[in-house]
C-alpha cells in the first residue's frame, strides 16, 4: 500500500494538515486528493478544532496536475474530485488557512482559490500553465473566478506567465504577502485569531462569505469536470503533456 501522503495533527484548536509527496512536488494525484479530503473530514468532526491549517512538508506547495497520471486517464472521475475538494474546503464549518511557503502551480491554485484566508511569503510564485498545455483551468476556474477581477483572470489565465506573491494579493488571489522570515508569525497570528471565535460564529460567517462561490460549484462542477476530462484526453493535449514530461518542444 502506498505510504500517507497528506498528514493530519490536531493540537490546541488548530488541525494542521500538512502535504506530504516529494516524489511528484504534491502533484494532485488522486491518492493525495482523497487523502486531504479525508484529513479535512476528520478536523470539520473534531469537536476541538476552530480553525484548519493547510500546508507543505516541502518547499514546493503544489505543482498542479499529476500529468503522468492525467496521461492515462480517460475518465472524469479525477476532474470530479478536484471539484469535490473545492467544495469540501469553501463549505467546511470550520475556516481553512494556507500557509505558502512555496510556488503553485496550475490545479494547485484550486485549493488557494477555495480556501478562507491566504498567507505566502513574498518569495513565492504562481502560474496558470495549463494554455501551454492544450488544456484549460477549467475545474480551478470554480473558486478563482469568485477571488479574481475578470481581467486579472484573463491576463494570468492566458499568459500562463509566472508572477510573485505580491501581485497575487493585489489581485486577491492571495489575503496577504509577508516576508519570508516573517511568514510562520504571521500564520500563528492569524490561527490565534480565528481560535477565539466560536464555532457558531465561524460556520455561519463562512456560510456567508461562501454562498456565492458554492452556488458556482453547485452549478458548474458536473459541466467543467467533463470538460477538463475532454481536454486531457484530446490530441493536442496529450502531445503537449508528453512532450512537457520528456523536456521537449510539442
Do not use: W, Y
Not at 481581467?151 to 489565465?157: H, K, Q, S, T
Not at 471565535?197 to 453547485?218: A, C, F, H, P, V
Amino acid at each position: 500500500m502506498p505510504s500517507e501522503l497528506v498528514h493530519l495533527e490536531l493540537s490546541d484548536h488548530v488541525a494542521t494538515v500538512t502535504l506530504d509527496s516529494p516524489h511528484n512536488r504534491n502533484a494532485l494525484s488522486r491518492q493525495l486528493v482523497g487523502e486531504l479530503g479525508e484529513r479535512l473530514s476528520t478536523a470539520e468532526a473534531d469537536p476541538g478544532t476552530r480553525v484548519v491549517l493547510l500546508r507543505s512538508a516541502h518547499p514546493v506547495f503544489c505543482a498542479g496536475a499529476d500529468l503522468a497520471e492525467a496521461a492515462s486517464d480517460t475518465g472524469a472521475d479525477g476532474p470530479r474530485q478536484l471539484v469535490s475538494l473545492q467544495a469540501q474546503i469553501a463549505g467546511m464549518a470550520k475556516p481553512v488557512v494556507v500557509e505558502l511557503g512555496g510556488p503553485v502551480r496550475a490545479g494547485g491554485l484550486g485549493i488557494v482559490g477555495a480556501a478562507d484566508i491566504v498567507l505566502a511569503a513574498e518569495s513565492v510564485t504562481f502560474a496558470l500553465t495549463e494554455v501551454r498545455l492544450g488544456l484549460a483551468p477549467a475545474v480551478i476556474s470554480l473558486s478563482l473566478l469568485e477571488r479574481l477581477s475578470p481581467r486579472a483572470a484573463a491576463e494570468i489565465f492566458l499568459s500562463a506567465r509566472t508572477f510573485g506573491a505580491t501581485e497575487a494579493a493585489d489581485m486577491g488571489l492571495i489575503t496577504r504577502a509577508v516576508p519570508d522570515a516573517e511568514l510562520a508569525s504571521a500564520v500563528e497570528d492569524t490561527l490565534n485569531s480565528i481560535a477565539g471565535g466560536t464555532l457558531q460564529g465561524l460556520s455561519e460567517t463562512k456560510r456567508l462569505l461562501n454562498r456565492d462561490l458554492l452556488k458556482r460549484i453547485e452549478r458548474d462542477g458536473e459541466h467543467v469536470a467533463r470538460r477538463s476530462a475532454e481536454l486531457f484526453d484530446s490530441e493536442e493535449a496529450r502531445a503537449a503533456m508528453k512532450a512537457f514530461m520528456s523536456r521537449t518542444r510539442p
